[in-house]
DNA sequence: ACCTGAACACCGTTCAAGT
DNA sequence: ACCTGAACACCGTTCAAGT
């Protein structure tokens, strides 16, 4: 009764279509973690053949930069910019980090990933509209974006991957880390060990993004002045 | 004349060792990019079989932590605290910047990863360091040490990543985001797109930098008021 | 036009056999 | 104790054949 065993019949001619694949592509990865997405998994989770995926995608990287708009897609879908352009940033920024969170293998293997496509556009333009909003013009307004949108990315593709780590080892590790063989050598960082490991991720997520928001509003006032 | 059909002989008893594997590890990524770390090409870099790598590493996955923490070795190598806290942590962020820089297939694959190794410890002791001279202590301590360290090693990762993927794809790319289909749809990319493709990434990473080290000044400041 | 199935080169890993 | 070579299961990709 397996899941591959049960239907053998040809599929029809239009069944499958990119957006269904990467649909799939991202069911596999959530509920299976990273190893899971290959043509031959994908396939059957698709009641197709391995190789029926051809059609639509031309190799495994092109489904990588499909994954990775449909995560921009998840995480724009329903934002508007708000009336303070820093609700905006933190609104982009949470929107970010709620989707790693929420599809860490997926963002673990395709967030840090640039797709040309329209979603990443529109996530690009909502940046820039809320610096601009803010003050900035030109070139300033680029430096302030690429900031930002660089922290952001960085961080929360690095948060999915912590989260995908700890799936398949179990645990944060570090113990060992601040149990050193020669405690004398790394005095702070035995001193901290403690509050190391109880450090809240989010939390230090959000001071990064505050303190790119409140750059932003110093050299806004800057220009202004 | 391929450098595998050379030497046949077999390999004397003690010929390899981690740190050698480790090595020809680094300089097959570094030469021939992230594909190229397989045992068959490292059997052959190392001029021994396929699978003797096997007695020294039980697995790829422990091939790669060994290189995080070579590149923490190679990072650290000959760094002294500086008197100012605030330069103790500009080098070590630039240090993370230039391994990521002159290593960049090895620090895209393994320098997100946690290796619980001495070479690890010592950079964050380091990092504890120079928080706790500028004045920090406890609880605070440890978030200025994640809020610093996340950014640091997230976003020189990425630049790695980055590097990586301008060598196999070529150039930049975004040519086709900053002109899409509809560019009225997205006046703020459309605007911005000359300012944007001529973006320092390392001037970027240099303003998060500065910008941490001004936020645990700050604090510093308002514990000893 | 789209899907299937056989085939190919390659990869990580295991294990019995050499020295 | 350490290295080799055969073997296995799996993977991405190609291509001729079906409908």
């Known amino acids: 009764m397996t899941a591959s065993s049960v239907s053998r019949r040809r599929l029809a001619r239009g069944t499958l279509s990119r957006q269904g694949i990467v649909e799939a592509a991202l069911g596999l990865l959530d509920e299976e973690g990273p190893e899971a997405l290959t043509f031959a998994r994908l396939g059957s989770a698709l009641d197709a053949s391995t190789t029926a995926v051809y059609r639509h995608f031309s190799s495994r990287d092109e489904i990588i930069v499909a994954l990775a708009e449909e995560l921009d897609r998840i995480s724009l879908d329903g934002y508007e910019p708000a009336e303070d352009w820093r609700d905006s940033l933190r609104d982009l920024a949470w929107r970010a980090w709620r989707t790693a969170s929420e599809h860490p293998a997926a963002a673990s293997a395709a967030m840090h990933r640039t797709t040309r496509g329209v979603h990443e556009l529109r996530a690009v333009d909502a940046v820039?509209?809320?610096?601009?909003?803010?003050?900035?013009?030109?070139?300033?307004?680029?430096?302030?974006?690429?900031?930002y949108a660089h922290l952001v990315l960085s961080v929360c593709c690095q948060h999915a991957t912590r989260l995908v780590s700890m799936a398949t080892e179990g645990e944060e590790g570090w113990v060992q880390v601040y149990h050193p063989t020669d405690p004398a050598a790394y005095p702070y960082a035995v001193q901290a060990a403690a509050h190391l490991l109880a450090i809240d991720h989010a939390e230090v997520f959000r001071r990064q993004v505050e303190l790119v928001i409140g750059d932003i509003e110093a050299r806004a006032g800057r220009a202004q002045a």
């Not at 820039?128 to 900031?147: F, K, P």
Request: no cysteine; glycine share 10%.
């Open 128 to 147: 820039l509209e809320a610096v601009h909003q803010a003050g900035l013009r030109g070139e300033e307004t680029a430096m302030s974006y690429a900031v």
